[in-house]
């Protein structure tokens, strides 16, 4: 019964997703504007709409997974296992952690990454990744603990799911199902 509220729940959420990504208002380019997110580096005419980009940090190696943490950094995943944080002012990025057993393979690696709801007194960060399991490729979801500019203390949540030679998916999201 629960599995069945949550798989509609979950399309729920990836409808309503997909509206507001196809609805929201964007630049000349074709972005969207992050709602809150810092402009860094960059400067905005109120009166055309257009924002001047500027390239904050060119040396990551494919990042799957760039978001805004609630301490203003901007937390990426790398595909080789690599999660940083970086400063959007001078886009110094700091690593808080390699994960040794990801996967690169095809598309896979290090993929999502979502950080909890209430960071900053639940300092969780949760990831998913390709790995080499049973000697088959596989996903897994794990939870780290943030503490002193590093992730410790992996829990796999969910573990050897199986995987495929492409086309790996590894978004995460939170849904607060309160009923």
């Known amino acids: 019964?629960?599995?069945?509220?949550?798989?509609?729940?979950?399309?729920?959420?990836?409808?309503?997703?997909?509206?507001?990504?196809?609805?929201?208002?964007?630049?000349?380019?074709?972005v969207a504007?992050?709602?809150?997110?810092?402009?860094?580096?960059?400067?905005?005419?109120?009166?055309?709409?257009?924002?001047?980009?500027?390239v904050v940090n060119a040396s990551m190696n494919v990042p799957w997974e760039i978001l805004w943490g609630p301490d203003n950094f901007i937390w990426t995943t790398e595909r080789n296992g690599r999660i940083s944080r970086i400063n959007p002012e001078n886009g110094q990025q700091s690593t808080i952690a390699t994960l040794?057993?990801?996967?690169?393979v095809a598309e896979g690696g290090l993929l999502g990454m979502i950080l909890h709801p209430n960071f900053t007194t639940q300092p969780y960060?949760?990831?998913?990744?390709?790995?080499?399991?049973?000697?088959?490729?596989?996903?897994?979801?794990?939870r780290f603990t943030y503490v002193?500019?590093?992730l410790t203390q992996e829990t796999s949540l969910l573990d050897n799911i199986p995987a495929t030679a492409t086309h790996f998916g590894g978004r995460l999201v939170i849904q607060n199902y309160s009923t």
């Open 33 to 54: 504007p992050s709602p809150g997110a810092p402009n860094p580096g960059g400067t905005t005419n109120p009166n055309s709409g257009d924002a001047t980009r500027t």
């Open 125 to 142: 960060v949760y990831v998913a990744y390709t790995y080499t399991g049973n000697g088959s490729t596989a996903l897994r979801v794990s």
């Open 148 to 150: 002193n500019n590093t």
């Open 1 to 30: 019964m629960k599995t069945k509220y949550l798989i509609k729940g979950s399309l729920v959420a990836l409808i309503l997703g997909s509206s507001l990504i196809t609805s929201c208002e964007t630049n000349e380019a074709g």
């Open 100 to 104: 040794p057993n990801v996967t690169q």
